[in-house]
């Protein structure tokens, strides 16, 4: 029932912003208890966990690229979204928005998953 969707540009430069939508269907994001979750997977390596958005607004992303990361959200349009500052190669993944249900840390929801390349 529950769907996710990231949306977003598939080619970022060097030194800029990337930014990703995640548009959730069949449920609400303000629905205690899930997190909306970001992670991704570079390639030929494993998951990464970036961060989450809580039901209550409140954000989390792992220390190493705290300074990097801001998640946020519009209950409006029952989405959210990733902004990674100042990328680079390194950056380039597969990038999924996911549900996280804090009770059980359990990934519950995935989107498809999109490709994010940086190059220059």
């Known amino acids: 029932q529950v769907q996710l969707q990231e949306s977003g540009p598939g080619l970022v430069k060097p030194s800029q912003t990337l930014s990703l939508t995640c548009t959730v269907s069949?449920?609400?994001?303000?629905?205690?208890?899930?997190?909306w979750t970001w992670i991704r997977q570079p390639p030929g390596k494993g998951l990464e966990y970036i961060g989450n958005?809580?039901?209550?607004?409140?954000?989390y992303y792992i220390p190493s690229l705290k300074s990097r990361t801001s998640i946020s959200r519009d209950t409006s349009k029952n989405q959210f979204t990733l902004q990674l500052s100042s990328v680079t190669p390194e950056d380039t993944a597969v990038y999924y928005c996911?549900?996280?249900?804090?009770?059980?840390?359990?990934?519950?929801?995935w989107g498809q998953g999109t490709q994010v390349t940086v190059s220059g």
């Open positions: 996911v549900r996280v249900y804090g009770m059980e840390n359990k990934c519950d929801y």
């Open positions: 069949g449920g609400s994001i303000t629905t205690a208890y899930y997190y």
């Open positions: 958005i809580a039901y209550t607004g409140n954000t």
